[in-house]
């Protein structure tokens, strides 16, 4: 890992860390960024960010990746109602 990616995912981590409980990982594998998030009990998220943020692109992605983290937990652990459902 190039000295700079190492920064770029030292930065991503500290970001996640203000939003997110839980275990943060964060390596580049193959040329793409893969951010794993273990909040015990089984929960593990993963998701991989194509292109290597620039400093600007720091808080965009982790915005987009506490989002998408939220979307999974509410997927994995909440019921949703029909859409036809009346209550």
Do not use: W
Request: positive net charge; hydrophobic residues 30%; proline residues 1%.
């Amino acid at each position: 890992m190039e000295k700079y990616d190492f920064i770029k995912c030292m930065n991503l981590h500290k970001k996640l860390k203000n939003k997110i409980k839980g275990g943060i990982f964060i390596s580049i594998e193959s040329g793409q960024m893969a951010i794993n998030i273990n909040a015990g009990k089984g929960v593990r998220y993963r998701s991989y960010i194509n292109q290597l943020p620039t400093k600007n692109d720091i808080d965009k992605y982790a915005d987009y990746i506490e989002r998408d983290y939220r979307k999974f937990i509410e997927e994995k652990y909440f019921i949703k109602k029909e859409e036809n459902e009346n209550g």
